[in-house]
């Protein structure tokens, strides 16, 4: 038999809801690969196999008529989400001393009223909200980072720690990560799954985001926590004759680096090839801005969000001019953006962050009709692979767009940069149409696979 | 000596500044207060003098020159915002056995490293999402409502058993209580105040909200807050003279009951005998449509927001077909609104969802150009005044229109129905005028008052 971490959560989950494999053994095997891999991955910030055998025990007790749809499916959490039974620490010295929450987040209490085993928690940058990494690595190049802030999520679901794994996404910490370790990674419709329990940074542009290396296991998510389109998706699979794919540069497509720039012109030819109608488009000139909005919007709801944390620091000293003794101490507590958030360092006024909201909220409807028109629309993850070094988790321009436009994306791996780490690129579509995305993702990623694909160098 | 409980927020931070009253007979004074008059009004939720009194002495600790700008403040905090030291139920039977978070709202952070005395929990509806009320009763006449969901903040404040407390808005919550209580109640702009740790029901609606029975009190809470807007506000008051005042009667003109049109009129008597230019104001037709639009958000918002609640209720049964029994005990143990919600009983779509989204955000920018053109907008607050019995805590269609459009609104005090009941007008502003909205809303009712008031026959 495959060793259990192997497997895909759906492939796990048919044989322990069969009885065919035990959520105790299963739960074993994730952890000793964990223990083989983990000294240098550093994928968790948190994990106590002792009591992940004793929730994998009292789940192997349920009765097989009562079991949930994802029993004793592993499942890593970012450690900006609440969890009951584990510590939030946010990667942030104010929270390194905190414990289990009193409730867990509002998708963590679905996904084990469903039968999931929380694993542990996972690594992440301070708050989700800075670009500087923790020391997690990418599995597929320990020189390299896996990207962030959903580092310890993405890394652990790439080298076969845990099959799924949930992150968040405020610019790009969802799919940046996909795409550096060549993982799917869906970031659904804002609103669509509860963001109750979530660390809070941005309440525009804030999603819960997930990873798995198939998208079966994302559908599976999607089915236990209730994303619904308006219409059923087709039973058959989404056959690429005559589909008409969009492939969307953007205004940002100067950014992007040749490994990037090889897999869209790639990804063009294999679609076709296989029968597609492939066309480029371009965004409205007014599209242009979104970059510049995704700013002043996170900067304007910065300010508001981690006033509270710099007041556990300096409980007297906020409400007056702080001392340059006490901003230094600030300083080295909390990391200078998030300070500079709060004291709106960048002058940003009420009048640019409102500019922001509606000029986004003036094109979201119009990003839905022009993608209603495709298929599918693809359209960079990334500027190009993992960079070397874990001190930036890197840049988040492809995706900040699409995250404050609120729409569905899906990183699909299915290509290589020149250093043969992965590189994929982001199914898109109108507001809800998560299951739609999903679709077509899973049969645009067993194409690309079919026709070479990215090829993981773990296990 | 006034009886401190007698005192504004202001006032008693002022003596205890100074150490003129020390925060402990501050807090017995309040607490002799409510053991005098909460067995009929019923406000709390959740209250522990001897502990409320360690808090106290702790706080007369602080050195005169450490003391924050809210040192020994007593504020209430409805019972769907969490507290460290204080359980938090939400009246739900899903969260009766509940205890104390792990980590404070991030308001509550912030009040109390301003130095304010957090007192106890506030009664309110389920989740702060039904109409159905708690037992609290209007101090004014113990036969009607206090109105709700903030039903326990209003109450206390307004019966000088709290000076200052602190509610949530996702329809009406906030300003109807404000209005059926006599007191200034706020609902800042959506996202002034960050809402991290509060209930979620609409991400779009959802707002914290103050009570206070002055506006100075409000003002002192928005600069710990920092509430700010663009322009700084005159040192000066707002004179009358010259100041062009719009009454905007909206859509839902035609529920407004005798006592609401009685206010309506007498108000533009009073502002124009005070030289106000007063001008009656029509909104654009396709504000019509908010009504429907706020009801969309909130059943969309509501389906994946109360999920994880449910969860929790039927571990196993939500993921399949209930039956008719599982129906039946979680329709027990949750309200049937609620359950509704989830199940998207109203059959709502993906596309009327956005078209509400959409609609909203496209007349948010219309409004702000239409308010800015005057110095001040008065609209109704409620139908009429507080309807006798606590079973319903009535309608919210005057205030649902702004929680959507995501604006400052504060209702002033300052008239009476036909039962001599309070009623109030809400003051609108542009997003992001709190502070002005705040400063001509207390010259506004400091008119209202010379000229009759509404006059309270609490105390």
């Not at 000293?317 to 230094?328: K, N």
Request: with cysteine; charged share 20%; proline share 6%.
């Amino acid at each position: 038999m495959t060793e259990p971490y192997l497997l895909t959560a759906s492939e796990a989950g048919t044989l322990m809801k069969k009885g065919d494999l035990t959520v105790e053994n299963y739960a074993k095997s994730l952890l000793s690969r964990i223990q083989e891999r983990d000294a240098q991955v550093k994928a968790w910030a948190y994990l106590d196999p002792p009591f992940v055998l004793e929730q994998a025990r009292n789940l192997d007790q349920i009765p097989a008529e009562k079991r949930g749809p994802l029993h004793g499916i592993a499942i890593g959490v970012k450690d900006v989400i609440l969890t009951k039974d584990m510590p939030t620490k946010l990667n942030s010295p104010i929270y390194s001393s905190s414990g289990p929450s009193t409730i867990d987040a509002a998708p963590i209490i679905t996904l084990r009223a469903a039968g999931a085993l929380i694993l542990g928690k996972t690594t992440t940058t301070e708050f989700a909200a800075v670009t500087t990494g923790p020391s997690t690595t990418n599995p597929h190049d320990s020189t390299r980072t896996p990207g962030g802030s959903s580092s310890g999520s993405s890394a652990a679901v790439a080298g076969f720690q845990v099959p799924i794994a949930l992150g968040t996404q405020t610019g790009g910490s969802t799919i940046r990560p996909g795409s550096f370790n060549g993982i799917f990674a869906w970031k659904p419709t804002w609103g669509a799954v509860s963001r109750e329990g979530l660390a809070q940074y941005s309440v525009t542009c804030d999603t819960v985001g997930f990873y798995a290396r198939t998208v079966g296991d994302l559908e599976m998510l999607g089915g236990v926590l209730r994303v619904e389109d308006d219409e059923r998706i087709p039973e058959r699979g989404f056959g690429m004759e005559g589909k008409r794919i969009a492939f969307c540069r953007t205004h940002v497509w100067g950014k992007a680096g040749r490994g990037t720039k090889n897999a869209w012109e790639g990804a063009k030819k294999i679609l076709a090839s296989r029968g597609a109608e492939v066309e480029e488009i371009e965004l409205p000139s007014d599209f242009e801005r979104i970059s510049e909005w995704h700013a002043n919007v996170l900067a304007g709801e910065g300010r508001t969000s981690f006033l509270g944390s710099m007041c556990t620091l300096l409980p007297e000293a906020v409400f007056e001019l702080l001392t340059q003794q006490d901003y230094l101490l600030a300083k080295e507590k909390m990391h200078p953006m998030l300070h500079d958030h709060v004291n709106n360092t960048s002058k940003l006024t009420r009048k640019a962050q409102l500019e922001a909201y509606d000029g986004c909220a003036r094109l979201r409807p119009v990003w839905d009709e022009l993608a209603s028109r495709y298929d599918a629309v693809l359209t960079p993850s990334v500027v190009d692979e993992a960079p070397v070094g874990t001190e930036s988790t890197g840049d988040a321009s492809f995706c900040s767009i699409w995250t404050i436009l609120q729409v569905p994306c899906l990183n699909i791996p299915g290509f290589q940069g020149e250093n043969g780490m992965p590189i994929g690129l982001t199914l898109v579509g109108p507001r809800y149409t998560d299951e739609h995305v999903l679709w077509a993702g899973k049969a645009i990623g067993d194409v690309f696979k079919e026709e070479g694909g990215w090829k993981s160098k773990v296990v």
